[in-house]
């Protein structure tokens, strides 16, 4: 008999665990040689899995002479799987080139009761020297990503997962087991095997158990008429206690402890209403191994606390029934209408020319004050979109303190520092009514949220470092946020977490939308489950990706999603193109909305050229040295209007960052996540440079308008709607919008000019009569009724351009 060895043991449910031996056992008349701990505990029975419980996770199993792939409806449920033809693509067929053959191709077959997708083939059809690699991948190119954790993941470059064929384990040597009843998590069991001659051991691992581990239940601190609830889920800790106080500093503090489910939760009731009240939980555990972090000194600020005294707690309890807001009907502009404006909070109040307390001025209230006014920026540029950098408690350490916000502490608690009276709760109402303010003005209110790291204190890590936590080998925190701390988004209350902060943001503030920083490490599978749950509560929640990290990129991926996404390759190419530096093809593409490659409809592609991060606009394209574009030039000016210009007669999803339009400086800084000096906006800068505020303004009401209607498209274009002109060797380029007229419910069309180069360029434009055209911009002015002079004349099919300047016609 050929001598095995352990591969890997693992509890599947506190009661149940699976080993797995380095090849298939057929024996029949003998099972292994397994024991719990020691010799003198042979493990209880013993039984070996059916290989198509193994193929749930695996993807393959063999039986009776083939393998037979096997895909599982429920492991892959956000692929809808059932709709369309899937096939099997891996090392062994040329991957994507099995797209299309029946041979390689899915059919449905009931297994156990139950429907699977499966593959029949003769073993040596995919079993080669050694590992072969697959996945599934749909007959539309989408490869369906592979469960973080089955049993044979096997990780490629960029973190890609692929399922892994082994023909040494086919299904035929996996075991379950069973243990006495234990209601705690355990560490460092053992399975041992030993025979004649052979021994060897493996530590039995509980962490696939954990992060299965889920509930159902209400998290939180709630309120239910004269009772409180208090509901933590720490599945590794051994104690948890709440302590309750009312009044700050705390005086009289009682402490209560809660009671574990098998589920991980820890619940008690406490029959008293409880709102406006103080707590904070302690959680002890035992640090029996390099993944835990316990620390019962820790006083731990509820993620689930609906409002926090400051960034480091204590939660503030909230009757919901005491915290209704009479929010008027507001429906946000559909996808394609948005224009939207990137700002901070505290950037446009600093110097917002109204008469604001200091604390108004710090926060939610003075920005609702400001809002009420008609002559407010935001009501000024024409947006209908604010993209508010981040608003959940975040880890400033006091309330004066300047903070972009991408450090979160609590994802349920409008941030305590811009409120005026955070210890009484006051941010609650405060964004309630900020919220309630954009949308008297009509502009929807999207929020940037930060779900792939955290910052400190790190109340999570206190709670289970290892559940909530990507972690290396050794047991440090995986760090492709930048931030220190990456979140294991797929865990089950990890995901939970994410959307029900987010679903409250929607039910109790009315939020329109989000942009999801760094959303490349939340992963496809989160990001999907988001749509879906928040689809559900609001059809038409506005979704936003920023599609990378510092791990990899996952913009084309997007594609299949309902998610848009920030382009990060339109704002660097503009940036150049205004230089001369561009070509025809990116140009064309860009204009298009990117529906060539990244984006799936118009829409999905969210156009910008400056943000937050890293330089602004006018200090990256300024001729000044050293970035710097406080006084900028004649030609930095005119580049600037090319911008906005060439950004409104994108299709796709156009914002601009807030100050963009008043030429707005920081300096040369690269990164100004702590400057609030030079992140505030100077509205000064709109009277130095009024015709640059107002050729934004003329742009931005233009795409809103009827006759921007030929750009806002919800649907992909005709192959000939747009149509581009160009003159050999230039990036220069003239647009023909709606030129097939396949947009028959109007006969307008737009003809859109722009050459980023110094000398005049001249198009020729075959099969248009120029003359039915009507001038209503160039590079400085924009009139929607016709430019009444100055104008670039047309023959009846040309024009020349001149340098480093722009036009547009309506027909």
């Not at 493996?202 to 939180?220: P, Q, R």
């Not at 988004?489 to 679903?503: Q, V, Y």
């Not at 963009?660 to 030079?678: A, C, F, H, I, V």
Request: glycine share 6%.
């Amino acid at each position: 008999m050929e001598e095995h060895k352990l591969l890997k043991a693992y509890w599947r449910t506190r009661y149940e665990g699976v080993v797995e031996l380095d090849q298939d056992w057929f024996l029949k008349t003998r099972q292994p040689p397994l024991f719990l701990n020691n010799l003198d505990n042979p493990l209880r029975k013993i039984k070996k899995l059916s290989p198509f419980e193994f193929a749930e996770l695996s993807g393959y199993c063999t039986q009776g002479g083939e393998i037979i792939f096997v895909l599982s409806p429920k492991v892959f449920e956000n692929y809808d799987v059932d709709r369309q033809k899937i096939y099997v693509g891996g090392s062994f067929n040329g991957w994507d080139k099995a797209i299309g053959q029946e041979k390689w191709q899915l059919r449905p077959e009931k297994i156990n009761g139950n429907v699977k997708l499966t593959l029949h083939l003769p073993p040596g059809t995919c079993f080669k020297t050694g590992k072969s690699l697959f996945k599934f991948v749909t007959e539309n190119k989408v490869w369906l990503e592979v469960p973080w954790d089955a049993p044979n993941v096997s990780f490629c470059e960029n973190n890609i997962r692929n399922f892994s064929i082994n023909p040494l384990r086919t299904g035929h040597h996996v075991f379950s087991f069973e243990k006495e009843s234990s209601s705690r998590l355990l560490h460092g069991e053992k399975i041992l095997w030993s025979s004649p001659n052979t021994s060897d051991e493996c530590i039995v691992d509980y962490s696939g158990f954990l992060l299965s581990l889920k509930s159902d239940k209400e998290l939180g601190a709630i309120v239910d008429g004269d009772k409180t609830t208090f509901r933590l889920f720490a599945p590794r800790a051994s104690h948890v206690i709440v302590s309750i106080y009312s009044q700050l500093p705390a005086k009289t503090v009682q402490q209560i402890e809660l009671q574990q489910d098998d589920d991980g939760v820890w619940e008690v009731d406490f029959l008293k209403n409880l709102h406006g009240h103080y707590y904070h939980y302690t959680v002890k555990g035992e640090n029996l191994d390099k993944f835990s972090a316990f620390d019962e000194t820790v006083q731990i600020l509820d993620p689930y606390a609906l409002a926090a005294a400051d960034s480091k707690g204590p939660g503030i309890i909230i009757d919901r029934a005491q915290a209704t807001f009479p929010f008027s009907d507001f429906t946000p502009p559909h996808w394609h209408d948005l224009v939207i404006m990137e700002a901070h909070v505290r950037d446009l109040l600093t110097h917002a020319p109204i008469d604001l307390t200091p604390e108004e001025r710090r926060g939610f209230s003075g920005l609702t004050k400001w809002l009420q006014s008609e002559d407010c920026y935001l009501r000024e540029t024409g947006i209908n979109a604010v993209e508010l950098q981040p608003i959940q408690e975040f880890d400033n350490i006091c309330m004066e303190e300047y903070h972009w916000g991408y450090m979160t502490s609590n994802y349920f608690s409008p941030e305590s520092s811009y409120a005026k009276n955070p210890s009484k709760a006051s941010q609650v109402v405060e964004f309630q009514e900020l919220v309630e303010s954009f949308h008297r003005a009509g502009i929807a209110v999207i929020v940037d949220v930060v779900y792939n790291h955290v910052g400190e204190p790190n109340f999570l890590l206190f709670i289970d470092k290892r559940y909530y936590f990507e972690i290396n080998s050794d047991g440090y925190l995986m760090n492709w946020s930048g931030c220190g701390n990456d979140l294991r988004t797929h865990a089950p209350m990890c995901r939970r977490l994410i959307i029900d902060s987010l679903i409250n943001l929607m039910r109790m503030y009315h939020v329109d939308g989000f942009r999801f920083d760094l959303a490349e490490l939340l992963g496809m599978e989160v990001l999907l489950d988001i749509e879906k749950a928040l689809k559900k509560e609001n059809p038409n929640v506005i979704l936003i990706a920023e599609p990378w990290s510092f791990r990899s990129h996952m913009g084309p991926a997007l594609r299949k999603t309902g998610f848009a996404f920030w382009n990060d390759g339109y704002r660097d190419f503009l940036a150049k193109y205004v230089h001369g530096q561009g070509n025809q093809e990116g140009i064309r593409y860009f204009l298009r909305g990117s529906l060539d490659y990244q984006a799936r409809f118009p829409c999905q592609s969210v156009n910008y050229t400056e943000s937050h991060d890293d330089r602004c606009w006018i200090d990256k394209i300024t001729e000044n040295p050293n970035f710097l574009g406080e006084n900028p030039t004649a030609q930095d000016r005119r580049r600037t209007h090319l911008m906005i210009a060439t950004l409104m007669m994108s299709l796709g999803m156009p914002m601009i960052a807030e100050g963009q339009d008043l030429l707005r400086s920081k300096q040369s800084e690269n990164n100004t996540y702590k400057r609030g000096d030079l992140n505030a906006l100077s509205y000064f800068r709109a009277l130095n440079y009024p015709s640059t505020a107002d050729y934004f303004r003329q742009w931005i009401r233009f795409r809103r308008s009827d006759n921007g209607q030929l750009l806002r498209l919800e649907a992909l274009p005709s192959a000939n709607y747009i149509k581009f002109f160009h003159q050999e060797g230039f990036s220069s380029v003239a647009t023909l919008y709606n030129a097939d007229f396949s947009l028959t419910h109007t006969n307008q069309q737009l003809l859109f000019a722009i050459n980023p180069h110094k000398e005049p360029i001249s198009f020729h434009i075959p099969d248009v009569d120029l003359t039915q055209f009507t001038q209503i911009a160039d590079i400085e002015r924009f009139s929607p009724q016709g430019l009444p002079s100055c104008n670039i004349p047309l023959n009846s099919t040309s024009f020349t351009l001149p340098g480093l300047s722009c036009a547009l016609w309506v027909r």
